[in-house]
């Protein structure tokens, strides 16, 4: 969500090279995956010599790896995507869990950033709003879900990468412009803002 351009360059390149060398190599599960490793340690070194965070940058590289062994174990090029489905339904169902236990993760995130920690979740109007454009995050994973797993039961591999290209940071833009637009509108006439909590007022 905050990854910014180093993480949608992650999400990006080690599975177009691993389609790119799957393709070339004759759809050789081995050389698509050598292609996305070297990929994926290309993104790494650049991403470490701009100054990301060396723990993000393992996670990206990690995920690539983990990616490439499912699909040497299984000999299935599709299931080198299994992991993206995988984690996209498990991100649907923490999203929606967060809004119905009002711990919102986008409030989580906020705040996180805005060095709020939890004081949000003390103003009932943020709380509510952040639950609203939380739902619009949500529909994000059930619309990655709804298209993975067709293409992956039907093992189009050039289709998944098409998809996981143009539902990575285009989809994740849409949702950030769309999000900050819902949470605005909930917000009650007279509100501070999302830097500015509104605390209950004790009696």
């Known amino acids: 969500m905050l990854g910014g351009r180093a993480g949608a360059i992650d999400a990006t390149l080690p599975p177009v090279a691993f ?26 070194v650049w991403r470490l010599r701009r100054g990301d965070r060396p723990r993000s940058v393992l996670i990206g590289l990690l995920a690539v790896c983990v990616a490439a062994l499912i699909a040497l174990r299984t000999g299935r090029a599709e299931d080198f995507f299994l992991l993206q489905l995988l984690s ?4 649907t169902l923490a999203w929606a869990v967060s809004i119905l236990l009002r711990w919102p993760l986008l409030g989580v995130v ?10 949000w979740r ?3 109007a943020l709380v509510r709003a952040y639950g609203r454009g939380s739902w619009v995050w949500t529909a994000t994973y059930v619309l990655r879900v709804a298209v993975f797993v067709p293409l992956y039961l039907g093992g189009q591999v050039v289709a998944l990468v098409a998809a996981r290209v143009a539902l ?6 849409a949702a ?5 637009l819902v949470v605005r509108r909930s917000l009650p006439a007279g509100h501070p803002g999302l830097r500015h909590p509104v605390e209950p007022v004790e009696r």
């Open 19 to 44: 389609a790119v060398g799957w393709l070339l190599g004759g759809e050789s599960i081995w050389v698509g995956v050598g292609a996305a490793l070297v990929t994926g340690a290309g993104v790494a």
């Open 88 to 91: 996209n339904a498990a991100s």
């Open 110 to 119: 906020v705040g996180a950033a805005l060095g709020q920690r939890t004081r």
């Open 122 to 124: 003390r103003d009932a």
């Open 168 to 173: 990575t940071w285009p989809l994740v833009a």
């Open 176 to 180: 950030l412009a769309v999000s900050w």
